[in-house]
């Protein structure tokens, strides 16, 4: 069985930044096509960063040019560096399969909020 786990977040006052990792394991997993989701409270969970055919990547449009997505094959884990945090980023953060989450299960997650 697959083992998403995020870890990472934290509490961080706006404009500061925080960087989470998610590593996947079990069931010889690739994290190929693995990227970021979160999940603001009320709001439907959405996409924020994965990658695209080869190396490129790709953003939500809120989080472009202050976010980066990175990954390191030999540890299975995928990062997402978070800069110039706003209240708006507030959430809880996950990782999955991009653009279509196919992993299950979800992994738990890693609070993120950025206090005004």
């Known amino acids: 069985q697959v083992q998403l786990v995020e870890s990472g977040g934290g509490l961080v006052q706006a404009g500061g930044s925080l960087s989470l990792a998610c590593v996947v394991s079990g069931s010889r997993t690739s994290i190929i096509a693995v990227g970021w989701y979160r999940q603001a409270p009320g709001k439907q969970r959405e996409l924020v960063a994965g990658?695209?055919?080869?190396?490129?990547?790709y953003y939500a449009d809120s989080v472009k040019g202050r976010f980066t997505i990175s990954r390191d094959h030999a540890e299975n884990t995928v990062y997402l560096r978070m800069s110039s945090l706003k209240p708006e980023d507030t959430a809880v953060y996950y990782c999955?399969?991009?653009?279509?989450?196919?992993?299950?299960?979800w992994g738990q997650g890693t609070q993120v909020t950025v206090s005004s």
């Open positions: 990658y695209g055919k080869s190396t490129s990547t």
């Open positions: 999955n399969t991009t653009p279509t989450p196919l992993l299950t299960p």
